[in-house]
Nanobody, 121 residues
Framework: QVQLAESGGGLVQAGGSLRLSCAAS????????MGWFRQAPGKEREFVAA????????YYADSVKGRFSMSRDYAKNTVYLQMNSLKPEDTAVYYC??????????????WGQGTQVTVSS
């Protein structure tokens, strides 16, 4: 009963920045986790970042630590992924996900449609 709507993907040069948004609707409650995953062509889906909605605790993959950051807008039921110092290897389809159980490792039950991020060199 949770729907996720993503936006903010696009084309950017290496070293540039993008901000992705994910708006959630439906009965999410308060104790849940919002996460970002990405999948490049021919590769497996990988975890990028997550935020605990109630505590605002964040988690990041080592590959993006120090460059990406997550935040939330309580009133809008929206999370953001600020991506700085982008590299060509960040190119992927980025997916927003929600784990109603509140564990950042999942299982993530709800998924967005994905938004393309392309970083040129």
């Amino acid at each position: 009963q949770v729907q996720l709507a993503e936006s903010g993907g696009g084309l950017v040069q290496a070293g540039g920045s993008l901000r992705l948004s994910c708006a959630a609707s439906g009965r999410t409650g308060r104790s849940f986790v919002m996460g970002w995953f990405r999948q490049a062509p021919g590769k497996e889906r990988e975890f990028v970042a997550a935020i605990e909605w109630k505590t605002v605790t964040t988690y990041y993959a080592d590959s993006v630590k120090g460059r990406f950051s997550m935040s939330r807008d309580y009133a809008k039921n929206t999370v953001y992924l600020q991506m700085n110092s982008l590299k060509p290897e960040d190119t992927a389809v980025y997916y927003c996900a929600c784990d109603p159980g509140g564990g950042y490792r999942g299982p993530y039950e709800y998924w967005g449609q994905g938004t393309q991020v392309t970083v040129s060199s």
